[in-house]
């Protein structure tokens, strides 16, 4: 776009200040060619150097100074310990900022919302003057599809009224058999490991990673995936699993591109094995859409879940009624697509990365792991088989779970542009500007939750007050018009889970990722090598790392659990 402005005023300054018939010699090319050159850099330096640091009118706000010239702040980010840590290092500078200003790439600006007002103003307020920003879509879009996550205004409200009924609460009462079962997998996974050994070893994200995909699969797309592999040469999970977790360079082209358009042009192995992993997958879905229509137009498909339906299986249903009544088709192939592949991201991959740190926190916290077995023990011998409502009725469990999910959301950022100029907070904001909410920041503030922030505490839940107690200080599922639908399931699935395993087994620390070779299958390390972290270095931060880059804050290398059968 700054080239082609470039252009248009060489253009017309050439014709003003040049005599007319030299206007038709060719040595009038090598002055438009020069012309566009100059100012083409002198428009960057102004944006890159000048605009930002003189004239902004958001350069009084307070942030970091020591910006690298072209890629601003990015590299510290990404070489920092988390995908968070440098941004909760600025919060805790200037705690009672409400914007904390940086700059990105070529000197754009950022805005890091960090105060509950600024918060409530962005999720709810002036919602809908906001907008994914353009390099966001190409960061996310890619990976996790279209569909409700990028659309905008009248759009969205529409799409998340049409797709409110599998995600409300009388759905999941009706989807909890199925979690259940599922979650009975995972115990027979860690019954097969354990044997007859006094204790086991479990790489939680992959372990998990399968069995939530496995729920995805009959919750999403109403399949079992396991029958998609014979059909294909790459099955469901793993050619998920190469779209998500890329290598160093998967990842580092990934970057790079939410920035600077490369994908289509990098010859290198990483971004072909990338490209053709998600065009396998969109073809996989695409067929599977097909099949479905098929069998629903003549009857052949049997809900296997009495009333309650898959979204797949909603949204073609639903899609058929609207086109009834309305003569329109609500949703296209590919719409239908983006809408799956958001869901199966945000629900597979952020109920894995919770239930790991729950084992995490209950393998590191043995009094925690105690009352929360107790309380559920108690449930079951007077209900082995609870409903939805039983299970949500149990105190601790719920508080434990939203106390993971503050310590350590799963999806800990979200991306807004400005569509018009507003005044927030008594700020200025111009129209384009980026604004970053970094989940992290409202659940570790000082100032709203108190000087142990940052310390695991479920009992917090019980007494809160002041800012605390403010929807916009928990945010793991965002607030306002666009807070994730599927927060419910994703709540159900992560207690399901627990209700299975903590009753059958102890959780008796964290070991060490060994780099030595074999090893069962830890991401980037070679598998947990028998040594436990103690001593301070089963904290996150020094033997349990975040991996960064990454779409959610998980731990780097594997999570590897030890665990032990309880005796009756």
């Known amino acids: 776009m700054d080239i082609i402005t470039c252009g248009g005023l060489t253009a017309l300054e050439l014709v003003a200040l040049v005599p007319g018939r030299e206007l038709y010699q060719l ?5 438009f060619f020069v012309g566009v050159l100059i100012q083409y850099v002198f428009l960057k330096i102004y944006r890159v150097v000048l605009y930002p640091n003189y004239f902004s009118p958001l350069k009084h706000i307070p942030g970091p100074k020591d910006h690298n010239l072209i890629l601003g702040q990015e590299v510290r980010k990404f070489k920092a310990e988390s995908p968070v840590s440098v ?29 509950l007002a600024a918060h409530k103003a962005v999720l709810q307020t002036h ?9 966001f879509a190409r960061l996310v879009g890619e990976i996790t599809g279209v569909g409700l996550l990028f659309a905008e205004g009248e759009h969205h409200k529409r799409e998340r009224r049409l797709l409110a009924g599998p995600f409300s609460v009388p759905s999941m009462r009706k989807l909890l058999p199925v979690f259940r079962e599922k979650a009975k997998d995972i115990t027979r996974v860690f019954e097969n490991l354990l044997g007859d050994k006094p204790h086991g070893t479990v790489e ?5 990673s399968k069995s939530t995909m496995d729920t995805i699969g009959v919750t999403v797309l109403g399949i079992e995936l396991d029958t998609l592999s014979s059909m294909y040469p790459l099955g469901f999970q793993e050619l998920y699993s190469r779209v998500l977790h890329q290598g160093a360079l998967g990842q580092l082209i990934w970057v790079v591109n939410a920035f600077i358009p490369i994908r289509r042009i990098v010859p290198l192995e990483a971004n072909h094995r990338f490209i053709q992993a998600i065009t396998d997958l969109r073809k996989m879905l695409r067929d599977i859409i097909q099949k479905r229509r098929a069998d629903l137009t003549d009857g052949t498909y049997k809900k296997e879940m009495g009333e309650s339906r898959d979204l797949l299986t909603y949204m073609l249903e639903e899609a058929e009624l609207r086109r009834q009544e309305t003569g329109k088709e609500v949703w296209t192939v ?11 991201s945000a629900g597979h991959e952020s109920s894995a990365t919770t239930i790991s740190w729950c084992l995490y926190v209950l393998a590191t916290n043995p009094s925690i792991q105690d009352r929360l077995r107790s309380e559920i023990n108690s449930l079951l011998k007077t209900n082995p088989e609870p409903d939805y409502d039983s299970i949500s009725s149990l105190p601790f469990l719920h508080n434990f779970l939203r106390e993971v999910l503050r310590v350590f959301p799963p999806s800990y950022m979200a991306q807004r542009e400005t569509t018009r100029p507003l005044t927030i907070s008594n700020t200025l904001i111009p129209k384009g500007t980026q604004i970053d909410l970094i989940i992290p920041l409202p659940h570790h503030h000082p100032s709203i939750w108190g000087p142990n922030a940052s310390i695991f505490d479920p009992d917090r839940w019980d007494h809160l007050t002041g800012d605390a107690s403010s929807p916009f200080a928990f945010e793991a599922f965002l607030q306002g018009p666009r807070t994730c639908p599927g927060r419910n399931f994703a709540v159900v699935v992560v207690k399901a889970v627990l209700l299975e395993l903590v009753p059958r087994f102890r959780f008796l620390g964290i070991e060490r990722v060994s780099r030595g070779g074999g090893g069962n299958g830890g991401k980037g390390g070679d598998g947990g090598d028998g040594v436990l972290l103690t001593g301070g270095e089963e904290q996150v931060g020094r033997g349990v790392k975040f991996a960064n880059p990454s779409l959610t804050l998980r731990p780097a290398d594997g999570l590897f659990v030890r665990f032990e059968r309880i005796k009756e």
């Open 27 to 31: 040595s009038i090319l090598k002055k």
């Open 334 to 344: 590919d719409d239908i697509i983006g809408h799956l592949l958001n869901f199966t």
């Open 204 to 208: 939680a994200i992959e372990t998990l």
């Open 127 to 135: 919602v809908y003057d906001f907008v994914k920003p353009p390099f």
């Open 87 to 115: 941004q909760l290092e600025w919060m805790r500078k200037w705690p009672d900022a409400p914007f904390i200003r940086y700059l990105s790439f070529a000197g754009k600006e950022v805005l890091l919302v960090n105060s």
